[in-house]
């Protein structure tokens, strides 16, 4: 027999949708990635990005507390004593993503430790490939395989992760560490810009490194770059070296010249990666409409449609503007609400 629905991903997208699913009676099948030194060094292991993030300010419903015995009581013995000590400072990435998984498995979602390798939209039901080679069918899908940050493959940049480093101005750009102090930001896009004037309202300086004399930015963004007092931008620039040290963190960073200058070192408290996301559909090319970026093509506005009907798409792999964990939930759960009337209209 067939699934009614499976899901792909394991992100804050995935686990809304199999929530939801499961307390629509749909008996979700959910492939939540599998644990390899590949997915590792991608970003891309079970619970997503969010996992790869230490305290999260702006999840609604969790504010600063002391969430101990709350996590003690809602983890599984095993899961929980595998995490981290809890820091006292609300929940951390990884706590909000079990707690999330935890509340997916209590409403009976059934859940496989696998990647989806290959998938087959030709007939329904459609069938999924794990990398363990191992086939299943259903009648609808779910992909929230989420999306990656790029990042520039420095040493020193996955050592300073979460101590200075960050791929989310949005997300961690009010943590009291990179208050009124200079902060680095790489890249020369809409994206980049976006963040230097969003970091420029904590930092008291906001270095953007460009490798080129021009910005690629719209002409309107490069303007509130250069109009931004706050806001310096390091012109045919390259990062050599993010400069710290165990105690602090992120202290600097060291710039190589494209234009045959002297190495430069600005003193700086934060890193923020701009250099765009890498969204986790590689599988899917050529099986289902994606956008020029490689994201899942939502069809119809307000509904999470694809152009294979029966296929569902939620959160970063189909949304490359928001990329938040509560937009990312939020579509979770308006795919399951979309697969679920479309399988009662199809009587499935
Ligand atoms: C460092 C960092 C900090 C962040 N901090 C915040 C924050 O404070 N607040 C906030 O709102 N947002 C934050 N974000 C953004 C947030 O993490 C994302 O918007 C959100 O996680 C997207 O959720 P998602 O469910 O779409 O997918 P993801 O979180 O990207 O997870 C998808 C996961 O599905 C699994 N998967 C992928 N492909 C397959 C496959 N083929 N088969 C099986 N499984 C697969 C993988 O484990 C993958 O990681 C942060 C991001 C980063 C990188």
Known sequence: MPERVIIIGSGPAGWAAAIYAARAALEPLLFEGAITEENRLAGTLPLGQLALSTEVENYPGFPVGDLEAYLDSAIEKGRRSMMAPHNKEGASGPELLELMRQQAANFGTRIVTDDVTDVDFSGRPFRVTTSEGKQHEAQALIVATGARANYLGLPSEEKYKNQGVSACAVCDGALPRFRNRP????????????????????????????RRDELRASKIMAKRAMDNPKIEIQWNRVVDEILGNDQDGVTGVRLNSTAGEDPLELEASGFFLSIGHTPNTAFLEGKIELTEKKYIKWTTPWRTYTSVEGVFAAGDAADDYYRQAVTAAGTGCMAALDAERWLAAKGL
Do not use: I, N, R
């Open 183 to 210: 902060l680095v930001v790489v890249g020369g896009g809409d994206s980049a810009v976006e963040e230097s004037d969003y970091l420029s309202k904590f930092a008291s300086v906001v270095y953007m490194v460009h």
